[in-house]
């Protein structure tokens, strides 16, 4: 029970999905290229049986940071690649045979590399694409220690999009797969897969200055495979739904983006911790 | 009162100078200002284009999925690279109009 309870306490896969949640939007004009900076946190110590709430008396946690440095460059409209950089500050409090343990690590994880293409519509008051991103995430983060940050494995993630914009509406699908190798020190974190819906209106914005807000509501399909019993990082098998609003703000060139995801539904395997709620924020440019 | 009514008659001329040097270009696609910026960027390089108006000489209003664009006074727009310049953004350009100098809109022919 403890040794279950330890390898599985904490969770969730890498939170690099293989969509590109703010740049879809742009740059789509040929030799675009863009940067953002996107702060995202999540953590809980509520326990979690299956689908139930558990005790959690001996105060084990964990609480996830991190701080993505994007790019994107297009090509043209039909071809971009893209660039996310992690930098994680990770801790959690887990049982280990004994009295709860504090374990924490921070430092540089797993870049992902994608290459999204697109087909492109343009109609009269209307867009939409298209869009298939195979990417490659690659073991750059630490995966040694009591509390890795990566399982030192070469992954591969594939994910079909479509997004369709007109002066007021904005929506945007994405299916997303991820294939994880095997990694060092015998880890192997599972396979997951998601869906990630965008809805929204375009309430506001001036042709003067360029400027304009977007307004939208996400809902998040998440699946994740169980991994091995040596996993230590923070990947757990689990099925989750989060649902929350999405606020926008851009002038110019320039782009913010707040987001909150309530996690509405949770089921973990066996037992482990919740992963919470997620908030983030981000700022991006384009040129 | 004759100061008055010679300074708005120049002004008049003034203005409808500047409007005569615009010209609008419908856009198929363009819905979001903040996706423009790659249509604005090309078409404010184009050499005919007047850069102290509008933003660098470009005005895009997505509600009607127009263009504007000032030219330089006595200048003539490329047409060819002006729709180079917004498909390279990633748009799709229809069709060009003269902004007459009572603001109404006329074909305009290459």
């Known amino acids: ?287 | 009162m004759k100061i008055k009514i010679f300074v708005a008659f120049i002004l008049t001329l003034a203005s409808n100078a500047v409007i005569a040097d615009d010209y609008v270009v419908e856009v198929h696609g363009l819905v979001c200002s903040f996706c423009a910026q790659g249509v604005i960027k090309n078409i404010s390089k184009l050499p005919f284009i007047d850069q102290s108006r509008f933003t660098k000489g470009v005005k895009v209003e997505i509600e009607d999925q127009k263009v504007t664009i000032s030219v330089k006074a006595g200048e003539r727009p490329d047409i060819d690279g002006l729709f180079e310049a917004i498909r390279s953004g990633g748009y799709e350009p229809i069709e060009v109009w003269v902004v007459q100098s009572d603001g109404q809109l006329s074909t305009y022919v290459r």
């Open chain 1, 1 to 287: 029970m403890r040794r279950l309870l330890a390898v599985s306490a904490l969770f969730i896969c890498t939170l690099s999905h293989a969509h590109q949640p703010v740049m879809d939007m742009a740059p789509r004009w040929a030799n675009g290229y863009g940067i953002q900076i996107r702060y995202e946190w999540y953590g809980s110590n509520d326990l979690k049986r299956g689908r139930d709430d558990s005790a959690n008396l001996q105060g084990f946690e964990r609480f996830v940071n991190t701080t993505w440095l994007e790019g994107v460059y297009t090509f043209d409209r039909s071809v971009r690649l893209t660039a996310k950089i992690p930098f994680v500050d990770q801790r959690r409090v887990v049982d280990q045979n004994g009295p709860p343990v504090n374990q924490s690590a921070s430092g540089l994880g797993d870049i992902v590399i994608g290459l999204p293409l697109k087909r492109y519509s343009n109609h009269q008051a209307m867009t939409q694409n298209w869009s298939f991103t195979p990417s490659l995430r690659m073991p750059t983060g630490t995966s040694s220690g009591d509390f890795p940050i990566s399982d030192g494995s070469w992954d591969l993630g594939l994910s079909l999009g479509f997004s369709r914009e007109t002066p007021t509406f904005y929506q945007l699908y994405d299916l997303y797969y991820w294939k994880e190798g095997s990694g060092r020190h015998g880890m192997q974190t599972g396979d997951s897969f998601g869906l990630d819906v965008n809805l929204g209106i375009h309430p506001w914005h001036s042709n003067e200055t360029n400027s304009g807000i977007f307004l939208m509501w996400d809902l998040s399909v998440r699946h994740n495979d169980a991994p091995n019993q040596q996993n230590l990082t923070t990947a757990a098998g689990a099925d989750r739904i989060y649902t929350g609003p999405i606020f926008v703000a851009y002038r110019q060139n320039l782009m913010f983006r707040a987001e909150f995801k309530f996690l509405a539904y949770e089921r973990v395997d066996n037992i482990g911790l919740s992963r919470g709620n997620q908030f983030s924020l981000s700022v991006g440019a384009t040129f």
